[in-house]
Structures are given as structure tokens and as C-alpha cells.
């Protein structure tokens, strides 16, 4: 049992922190509602603009809005970044009814937005996440989310491995997509990716339960006061 | 010692040549005494339209592209039908050319059974930009034994593009016998389709010998036919000579199908690459054997070998033996082979992003093959056989 | 530290490059020369059989007879004349079972300058010895660890068998295959040929038929043999065949590793050895198996040396057994030899662990098999090749999953390694995927001692043969380590002399 009694709700326009240890189920959280296999939800539900959540495929959800940044891109041989979020934006846009884009103007958009994260062409036309540096592959996961437009981004750990300028990109990147209506779950063992992604809400995981919510002070406190004392609330 | 054997109604029907089995250590896992279930006697001639001929011809992924077509219709070469290359630098002479002699089951068969076929040459020097296509149709008909032989030999120097499409209808058993001579510093860029009617054999043998500094890069998609065995021999007979041999397998229902390689190095300093993707779904069972031979006194051979396969149902069967029979000592030969499933992280992760199982699938198997369809030199032809791959899933109905 | 031991070792070897080639000279009692119905009645006359053993043993014969030799094998040899050989031999003075005190001192002899005493208190001290030498030793386990009990097979019979006693307190069986058949029937009857059946192949029904002595040994359940258990095989006779026999059986929960080397004089003749070998691991046993093998492998151009055609296989009869198999092959002037693992038992495991290194005239052709039948079942191959002088070495290997093999696993690494442009490294593996959740990775390589590594050794001062010495040691290090520990320097040692002369 990795995840038992959390219950969470987060609202359009929000940004929620979820702080905690290793091994309290901060991953699993984000494979659990991203529909990842090997996952059994013995109980609870997860409802998502009404729907439940648990019933849909993962590409059902991914064009319902739902988007993992992943801690660890998965790497992709054979499969170029360009086409591989051509047809993953279409698919979408097709599960939603839209008109799928026309290469001319998806090339626009996905130019437009690299540009802005610091992708390089080169890093376009390579296969998907294959000979990427961590920090490539973290700019990568959030150009994908800056193309394919989600109402609810879960960011797993997205600061590890990346070195301050690094960071501060990624961090811009994901800001430029705070919105009234997109929703953002930011998953971090560490207090210093919100200094740059402000949370409106800081929700601390232990065991598998949320222990403590409360405002963006509260990361300042754990990184000073650690862990401990909520994993002893937890037990 | 006297072994009574009794012969097969395939066999009979070949008069009486014995079919190779599982016993013979090089089909070991094709057994074509078994596996040849109904007697396919030699074919006589065969009227067909001409409007037959070109809707066949239609079928192909290549019509349209510009080339020069040389089509052989049920084992016939037919002039009619063929636009001959425009350069002077290219020769074509009609009929059967000589064979060299081997107890090789497949070649064998060819020996006693060929009907027509050709010899194409290429003048010293020239450069054959046009593509030439070498187009073996079957028209639906009695089940029966088709059997081509080609020569081919590319004068020092020269560089072509040569295409061999097998494509049919109905019941048949094709068997094809080509020998390409590559001449010193020469370049050819060969690529075969075998798309071969469903419930066709395909039965074929190539050898090829590569001199001083001649360059091949050789691509296969195996795609038709119900039974294929494909043998090819390779010899790398001049220094500095460089082969890049490749192929994909693209089998679903039960199709069989077992390519043979023996890549020889008999000379130092050449280079070779063998890269292989097998896809095999439902009852499919591929087969890769191939064989790296470093002869005594080849140094600083550089001989690489790889065969991939993705089973795409759980009832697919992979077999492979790469083997490397090495009497040099400075050199360096490898080989790998993998054999497995999609891999669930990649599916996955598609997924996620918001594309259909179904879709996701068939991006991964083009994705796998990928790599061996690099070796294709011309756009188009990669292209449009890339397209193929891309496809077949989605064209296959019932995989999910 | 392995690294100038092994220098230290190459500088100390011998000008006779095989040193174990010296003859013991002592009254053997042979069956007469030749095979059939009547000298299987006498081999099993011989070891005191009960009837249902000898009934056994002629029904292999009558299917051996009936088997012709394999021939798909990378090995050239002169036709064997099976009648011409003889298939027992056994010191006079072995003509009944002896307690230690009792053996022929000159047995005992031989057995010490093959650096095996047999007799408890010298083992011990040698033990002793080890331990302060090396760095190596102190990676291994505790006081128990250094202690080997020993079975010594001279040519057809079993001179002694060590710290049997000791074992016994522990419910482990060690001891010699005939008096296993004698002592321990029910378990013989119920084991024997349930791996290796009698008709399995040509050599297999052949040492069914006449096999002289060899192991056996049974580790009752949940139970860790406390020592590491060795055979120690001898072929001294002239025209004579080894046909031992060894059978290990490693009950529920049971651990137990063994060890065998062999060795033979340097004759002009070849001599014949066809063994075999079947280990059974039930459910959540473990059975490690090294094997040294240095045979006499024949003089530089190729006159004698022993004819080693083995059939070794084990059984993962139960869930999450394993069996682990390593070799190091530097003898015998032709080697047949494939040591296998059934993984019958969901999550059961197959391990091989090769080194195999060819010189002069020697062939080897070895591998292994890994069959997977049960769920979950994972097997790993690692073999290194060495080919010198004029030999040829190939590695063959056998990897299926079978349909209902789901999610079998297996990876193998085949490295060749040339010296010398006289002989050949081949590699021959079959991989078979009837199941698409098996997942088999598969590599080989096969390349020479480069120019650049050699150069830099020499210019640390190592000669050319040292500095190849530390690079094969280097090049074959993941199989080494493998090895029970008190064998490691041996065997780094061992591998040193058979590269002698590889040189320049």
C-alpha cells in the first residue's frame, strides 16, 4: 500500500505543492492519476472535471487535459520529437473533435515555443528524449506541455537534476503557463523549485497520506525543520 | 547406408528432387518437406491481358516512381511489358545466364527449373542515375513453380540502383536465383520487396561478390508470401570493399519466413553491417541466420552483425543464429540480437501524451525498423517503402 | 593484487609447460580391452551392483550400439576405435574400500604433487597457508570457508573420500557413486538418469553403460552444506576411457557449490573421457558447480591428449531453484561440452560462467544450454574465449523460452579473444523465442589483444607474455570471480601456463 487516505482537491487556476520524503508516494501519486500500468487502486476515486478519472485510458485522459511531466522522459529510440508531438498534439485535437493542425502551422507553434525554452532544432529532430541531457529532457517534457496546452499539469520532481540556470528556464517555462484555467500539481522534495513556481497551496506527503496543508510558508518551514516531525504525525 | 525415403507430393511433383528438412543444420527451423503441403509443378506458359498485367503492376508502392522496368510475368520476361533503361551504358541480354554449380536446395531448384531470366551489365565508369527495377509478377493461376535467374554485373567504377519487386496473385511457388558482380571501386544501391501473394512461396537465392573498394548498400522488406526462405551470400573479394546489408520483417497470420546470411570476408581491410528488424504478430514466425566468416589472412576486417526482433503477440516465435566463424586475429566482429515485446515505458508514455493504443503501436514498429531502412540510398524508395511499414499495423485489421 | 600474483606465478612456471604429466607407477587391474554385454557385467561385478544397476547399465548399452558418433561439432579427430580401449582400471591395491590410513601410500603421493592432499589434517594446514597469502581470500566468507572435502577418483575407482563425517553430522551425502549405489539406492534409483536420460546422446549412453566412479551427493532439505565439496579426477592408465559419473542432488531450501579438476599424464595416446554430470535442484535449492579442467591437452603439433566429451545438465526441478555452472577449460586436446539448465520451476534460474582457452592443437567446442519451460525463469551467459597457437575455439549455445515461458529473461555475452593469426574463435549460438514476453539480449564480440594495451604494459615494464597474462586475467575477470575463492589463484595461475608460448 503506497497511497492510503489522501484526498485532495485542486481547482482551476491553481498551483498545489506536493512536498515529502522519499518513498512517501509522491510518484506513485503522478502514475496513479496519469493511468500508468502496474497501479491497483483498491479504493477511492479520482474525479476530474466531474469524470472519473480511473475508468479512462491514459490517452483518453492525456486529451481530456491531463499531462505528466514524467521525473525520468522516457527515451524513445526511432521516433522523432517533431513527429512524435505532431501526432500526439493531433490525436488530441482529434479525440476532442478540433481540426487537426496542418504541418505548417504545427511547425510554427512548436518553433515559437522551443524557442522560448531554449530547444534547440537539433534537439527537435533527434529522437524522443534519446541522447538528451537531464536538463534537455526536462526542457523537452515542459515544451510538450507549452504545445500540447493541458488543463491539469502534474510535474514529478521536475527540478531534479538540473543546475540553477536550468532550472530558472524550466521554471519561467512553466509560469508562462499558469493560467485561470489550467490546474498544476508540482511534486518536489525540495523547497527551492517554489521559489521560482510560487504554489498557492503546499500539501506535505508522508506514508501515503497528506499530513499538513497549508500556504507557501509552509515549504519554508519544512526546509528548515525537515520531515521528521510529520512523518511522527503520520505513524 | 540406404535411407528409404518417401517422397513427398511436392517432391514427386519436382521429379522427385528431394525438399531440404530439419535435419540440414542450415534449416534447422525450416522444414520446407514439411512445410511444402501440396505439389507446385513446374509452370508452363501462361496467357494474361495486358490489362491484368498492368493492375498488377499498379499494386506496386514503386509504380509510379521513374525507373527503368524490366517485368517478368509467371517466370517470363516479357519485352512488351518493360521500359528499357535509356543509357547506352546499360546492357540487357535475355535469357537464362549460367549458374554456378551448388548442392544449395534453393539454387538447386533454380538449376533444374529456371525458364528465363537475364543478364544486365553496366559499362565501366557509368554512373545509372534512374533506378532499374527488376519486377517478377505472378497472375493468379494452377498452383506452380516459377523459377527466374538473373546476372548482374557492374563494370568498375560504375554506380546503379537496382530494384527487385516480387509481387502476385494466388498460389505459386516463386524461386529467384540472382549473382550481382560488383567491379572494383563500383557502387550499387540494391533493395528488394517481396510482396508476394498470400498464399505464395518464395524461394530465393542471391549471391553477390563485391571487389577492391566496391560499395553495396542492400536493404529486403519481406512482407507476402506464406512461406519465404531467402539465402544470400556475400563475399567481400577486393580490400576496402564495404557492404552494409539490411532488412525487415513484417509478418502477421502465419506467415514463415527465414533469411540465411553468410557475409565473407576473404580479403583485409573490407567492412561489413548486418542489421535486421524483424516484426512478427499473430502465428508469424521469423528466422534469422547469419553467418560472419573472417578468412585466414583478413586482417583488420571490421565485421558487425545485429538481428532485432518484436513479437507482437505472444503466439510469434523469433529464432536467430548469428554466428561468427573468425580465423584472424586482427579484427573486430561482433554481433547482438535481441528478441521481446513492446517495450510497456515506451507504449506508456505515448500514451500519456494522448495517443491511441492502436496508433502508438504502430509508431513504435516503425520506429523499430527504422534503423535497417536507413541503409535505403534513394529518397524515394525509402519513402515510399517507409510508408509500408508505417501502415501495417493499421492495414492488418484485427491486432489490437 | 590477482594481477602480480599472476606475474609472480607465470615467472615460476615450469620449462615442462604441463605440469602434471608425471605417471604413478603403480599395478593396476584392467578389464580387457574392448566393449560389450559381457565386460558391462564385469564393470558391474566389479563395484558389488545390485541387479536393477546392471540392468540399467546393459540397456544403455544396447542403445549405444545403436547410437552413431555426433558429428556437428567444430572438431577434428581420428576415428575412435571403442574396442580398442579399456574400460576399467583400478589399482590393485583398491581392490576393497580402505580408511584413509590405509591407502597406497604411492596413491596419496600422487595426489600431493598434484597439490591435493587427502589427508584432513594437511588439508587443513594448507588451508591455513592460503588465507595469509592473498588479499583475495579475505573477500570470502568466515573460518568454514577454506575447508574443501575432497573426493579422489584414480582412473575407475574412488581412493577416498574427506571429512565424510563431519558432512554426515549435517545430513549432506558425499560419496563415491558406486557406494552410492550400494548405501543409497532408493535415492540413486529415483535420481539417476533424470536429468541425462541413458539414451540421451552417443556418449552419454555410453558412460550409462560403463561409468566407473564419480560423485554423488544429496543435501537433505533447508540445508547449507557446510564445506565446499570437490572431485579430484585422475586418468593414469594407458588406453584407458574415464567414464565418471556425478549426481547432486540439493533437496528443498538446500544449498551446496562443487567443485571438480581433473588432470592426466603426459602420453603419447589420446585417452578417452566422457562423463556425466546431472545436478537436481528442487524447490528453492542452489547448486554452484566449477569445474577446472586440465586434462593433458597434447604436445605443440598435436600427438596425445585426452578426448574430453562431456554431458553435463542440471534440473531446476522447483520453484526458485538455481543452478550455476563455471568452467574454466584449459586442457584436454578436444573438448565437447555443453553444461546445461532445465528451468522447469517458476523463477527458477540458470547461470554459465566460461572460460575457455585453446592453445597448440587444441579444440574446444563448448557452451551451454538454457531451456526455459517454467514462468519468470531468468538465466545469464558469460563466456570468454581464448584461441592461441593453433587451436580453434567455439562457443555454442542453445536459448529457448518455450510458449508458456512467460517472461523468461536470459542475457548473454560471448568475447573472443584471438592471439596469434594461426587459429580460430567461432561463435554458434541459437536463440529460440516462442513467447513474446520473453526478452533475450544477445551479444558476441571477438577481437585480438590490441597494439595500445600491450604497448602500455611494456612500458611499465612487463614482458610481452606477462603483459598478456594480466590482460586475459583482465579480459576474463567477470567468470573468474566467480569461483569459489580457494580456487581463484589456481585458476589465474593455471591460465598463465596455458598461454605460455602464445608469444612472439
Known sequence: ?235 | MNIAVNLTPAELALGGMMLPHARMEDWRWTNLRTLIDRPYPPGGKIAVAAKEIARLRDTSPLARMPAARLVFVNGAFSQGESRFPASGEVGIRPGLPRLSASDEPVASLNANFATDGLTLTIRSGANIDTPIELLFLATDADPRTIATRVAVDIGAGASATLIETFAGEGSYLANSAVSIALGEGARLDRVTLERQAPGAIHLADRDVTLQGRAVLRDFTLTAGAKLNRQNARYTLAGEHADARIAGAYLLGGRQHADTRLVVRHAKPHCTSREIFKCVMDDHARGIFQGKVIVDPGAQKTDGKQSSHALLLSETAEFDAKPELEIFADDVVCGHGATSGDLDHNHLFYLRSRGIPEREAKAMLVAAFVEEAFETIGNDHIRAALGEIATGWLASRGGAS | MADTDTIELVKDIDVDKYKYGFTTDIESELAPKGLNESIVRFISEKKREPEWMLEWRLGAYRRWVEMTEPTWARVHYPKIDFQDLHYYAAPKSMAAPKSLDEIDPKLLETYAKLGIPLKEQEILAGVRRQGESSELDSEGGGETAGRVAIDAVFDSVSVVTTFKDELAKAGVIFCSMSEAVREHPELVQKYLGSVVPQGDNFYAALNSAVFSDGSFVYVPPNTRCPMELSTYFRINERNTGQFERTLIIADRGAYVSYLEGCTAPTRDENQLHAAVVELIALEDAEIKYSTVQNWYPGDKEGKGGVYNFVTKRGDCRGRNAKISWTQVETGSAITWKYPSCILRGDNSRGEFYSIAISNGRQQVDSGTKMIHLGKNTSSRIISKGIAAGRSDNTYRGLVTAHRKATNARNFTQCDSLLIGDKCGAHTVPYIEAKTSTAQFEHEATTSKISDDQLFYCMSRGLSEEEAVALIVNGFVRDVLQQLPMEFMAETQKLIGISLEGSVG
Do not use: W
Not at chain 1, 466531474?50 to 486529451?63: I, N
Open chain 1, 1 to 235: 500500500m503506497i497511497l492510503n487516505g489522501l484526498s485532495l482537491t485542486v481547482n482551476a487556476g491553481e498551483v498545489h505543492a506536493i512536498m515529502g520524503p522519499n518513498g512517501s508516494g509522491k510518484s506513485t501519486l503522478s502514475y496513479v492519476l496519469s493511468g500508468r500500468e502496474g497501479y491497483v487502486v483498491t479504493q477511492g476515486s479520482v474525479t476530474y472535471r466531474g469524470q472519473d478519472l480511473l475508468a479512462m485510458e491514459p490517452d483518453v485522459r492525456a486529451a481530456k487535459g491531463v499531462f505528466l511531466a514524467f521525473q525520468y522522459p522516457i527515451e524513445i529510440p526511432g521516433v522523432a520529437t517533431m513527429q512524435f508531438l505532431k501526432v500526439a498534439l493531433n490525436a488530441q485535437r482529434k479525440a476532442r473533435g478540433e481540426k487537426e493542425l496542418s504541418t505548417p502551422d504545427f511547425m510554427r507553434l512548436v518553433k515559437a515555443r522551443a524557442a522560448k525554452l531554449g530547444v534547440s532544432q537539433d534537439m527537435l529532430k533527434r529522437a524522443v528524449n534519446v541522447g538528451f541531457s537531464g536538463g534537455e529532457k526536462k526542457r523537452a517534457e515542459i515544451l510538450q506541455m507549452a504545445v500540447l496546452e493541458p488543463s491539469l499539469c502534474i510535474l514529478d520532481e521536475t527540478d531534479s537534476g538540473l543546475d540553477i540556470d536550468a532550472l530558472r528556464i524550466v521554471a519561467d517555462g512553466v509560469n508562462a503557463l499558469r493560467s485561470p484555467d489550467r490546474a498544476m500539481i508540482v511534486i518536489t522534495h525540495y523547497q527551492r523549485l517554489l521559489d521560482y513556481i510560487v504554489p498557492d497551496v503546499v500539501h506535505v506527503l508522508s506514508q501515503g497520506r497528506i499530513v499538513k496543508s497549508g500556504g507557501k510558508n509552509l515549504a519554508h518551514e519544512l526546509e528548515e525543520r525537515g520531515y521528521a516531525q510529520f512523518e511522527k504525525d503520520a505513524a
